[in-house]
């Protein structure tokens, strides 16, 4: 280029280092970051679910900030309390709605596994209708829990394969 022109025309790549990547890895990327989550709260845990959005604890900065009211806008669904088999169709129809690709967290004991509810109309564990990503143990889980499984979830949609849809 010639002294003093506006630096308009032909740039030689090889004096810099091109930062390239697949984009299966960009997608994974991108997806960690932008979580869309529903809520499916059914009981106690709904409380402490809700202390992950305060300041101290801001679910935000790992892009899971805003809960979605529809699953047919979310990717990740956060089941969180105790699940009756009255209610499990409903679960069952719930995760039917969403879009691929989606995830399930299972928040609280008695999501897991039934908690201490161990009779005729609770479900022992959300597994059994419904494939889960995420167990987040706890009666009810510390907010600190619930930011490891969603660090957890986070390298899960990271390291798999992106299919777009």
Known sequence: MEKGSLGMGEVDLSKFSLLTTKLNDAIGWARKYSIFQYPFVTACCGMEYMSVACAHYDIDRFG??????????????????????????ILKKVYDQMCEPKWVVAFGVCTCTGGFYDNYATVMGIDTIIPVDVYIPGCPPRPENVLDGLMKLQEKIQKQKQEIV
């Open 64 to 89: 899971a900030g805003f809960p979605r009211f529809s699953p047919r806008q979310a990717d990740v669904l956060f089941v969180v309390g105790t699940v009756s088999h009255k209610l499990a169709p």
